[in-house]
């Protein structure tokens, strides 16, 4: 009896080993079906995202969850493929990441993967010869599986995870799931390049149609100049962007504008051409890069260094045009991606194309200037030839006829009016002479002075002051009430820019025949109470050396008007 119950037992536990074997292969067979579902729905989500830091961004995370890894990072190889350019985490705070300090550069079992572009799964990372150990608040790992991720059969960067949830190893299907994963995330990457380089063209082509028409539309070099790059920084996300002209036959380098940054700081900045970006640039007359401008050894005498910036790039402009007259510097912050080769082709079209809009409106501005000048000549002719003889004329026959007019009072009056004559002669003579002016003399003269200074002033305010000039400026004036004039408007307006706050500046110069007087107001924030004036005290004894005065006043409708007058000798 006991043999049969016992006979009995054994097919019953054979009957519950096999339940137990088959509901494990259920188990096995249902969880390698939500994994793959998992690695789908991973798939879909990295390939649905079109921008490129995003996608990277969904990559990592997907990875951390398909293989439960506590820790997931993606490190971009750099240009050089020796480094890492990028590097994007999941599994730390930002304090944790700040604590550590720096990201990775490619270095110890990093560096592995890029010299290796191989899978490797490690049980104890720290038993491979390549390990470094960790830098200080770096939390502890030990599991570890590195996959490198592939765009068109160049190697992009390496998927990084360590620490598998419950403490165990990753094995074959965690490298085989995510060396999937790393080809959907090359298609992804791919796509969301060819769309993102999409969308810079078409970014570049508007900047240039913006261009193009401020320059048909008259805009100044200086405005264009800042419009170029102003665009430029913007498409390529910089921190900040310098335009340098060079000095003294290109041995140095002075700034012409600065964007962004510490501009105040660079503001009338000049470098040597040797030992920084733009100096390197406007040498070899095409692009140079620098992945870290703050500690590239090439650049000691780059004085940018000193403002932690990163990836940087210079560009010549005025290539299309034979010669190279400015260079254009772009600046990243420190750890921002490099700039590629992708990035710096449109530039240095969009920069080439620039130039040579600024080239052509030059050439246009000398044309303008020629006909300008053969139209002054044309004009002074008329007025020699036809109005001054029909006028002296005029005036002789009126002398001639006050000798048969008996009544004193209508004799008296002719006379006066031949007097008119003769002065309206000689105005006209004047202006025949400041007409027939020729460049350098009519650069030196006062008209073109003060426009040069108020064009000098549009940096500093921020806008193009509005002026105006009337009467004989470059005859009446003499030279060193000029040079009073200039020294007095330049003051003016550095003050306006420095103190006033103002958002519009009125410049107007006038020559009465008798006096000059320069007139600025604006509309700021006016003179303080306990402000210094020694820059005022300046321009009133500027004044009363030469017989005038100087009247600083604040109109009720706000701002501050100066007006500054001396007599002209006779």
Known sequence: MGGHVTRSRVPQLR?????????????????????????????????????????????????????????????????????????????????????????????????????????????????????????ANHPPMRTFLGVPVRVREEVFGNLYLTDKRGGEDFDADDESVIATLAVAAGVAIDNARLYEEAQRQQRWLSASAEITRSLLSGSSREQVVELIAQRAREITGA??????????GGERLRLDLALGGKAHARQNMVVPTQGTLSGAAYEQGTPVTT???????????????????????????????????????LARPAGAAEFTEREISPLLGFADQAALGLELAARRHDAEQLAMLEDRDRIARDLHDLAIQRLFATGMTLQSAARFIDHSGASDRVLRAVGDLDETIKIIRSTIFGLRARDEGASQGLRARVVRVVEAAQTALGFAPRLSMEGLLDTDVPGEVADHVLAVLSEALSNS??????????????ATGKEVVLTVRDDGVGVPEQGRRSG???????????????????????????????????
Request: aromatic content about 2%.
């Open 239 to 248: 921190e900040l962007a310098d335009v340098v002209v060079p000095e003294d």
């Open 15 to 135: 009957l519950d080993e096999l339940l137990e074997e088959l509901q494990a292969r259920i188990d096995a067979a249902r969880g390698t079906r939500d994994r793959v579902h998992s690695l789908l729905e991973a798939v879909l989500s990295v390939g649905r995202e079109l921008d490129l830091t995003q996608a990277l961004r969904r990559i990592v995370e997907a990875a951390a969850v398909l293989v439960d890894a506590r820790y997931a990072a993606l490190g971009v190889i750099s240009q050089d493929g020796e480094t890492l350019s990028q590097f994007l985490t999941v599994g730390m705070s930002e304090q944790e990441v700040t604590a550590i300090g720096p990201y990775p550069t490619g270095k110890g079992l990093l560096g592995e993967l890029i010299h290796h572009p191989e899978a490797l799964r490690l049980g104890d990372l720290s038993s491979h010869t390549a390990s470094y150990g960790f830098p």
């Open 291 to 329: 992945p870290d401008l703050a500690d590239d050894p090439r650049l000691p005498t780059d004085p940018r260094r000193s403002e932690g910036l990163g990836p940087a790039v210079a560009v010549p402009l005025g290539r299309a045009a034979g010669h190279i007259d400015a260079v254009l510097l």
């Open 536 to 570: 005022l005290r300046n321009l009133a004894e500027r004044a009363e050396g030469l017989g005038g005065a100087m009247e600083l006043t604040g109109p009720a409708d706000g701002g501050t008007r100066l007006v500054w007058s001396v007599p002209l000798g006779r």
């Open 497 to 510: 820019a420095r103190h006033a706050q103002a958002a519009r500046v009125e410049v107007v110069l006038q």
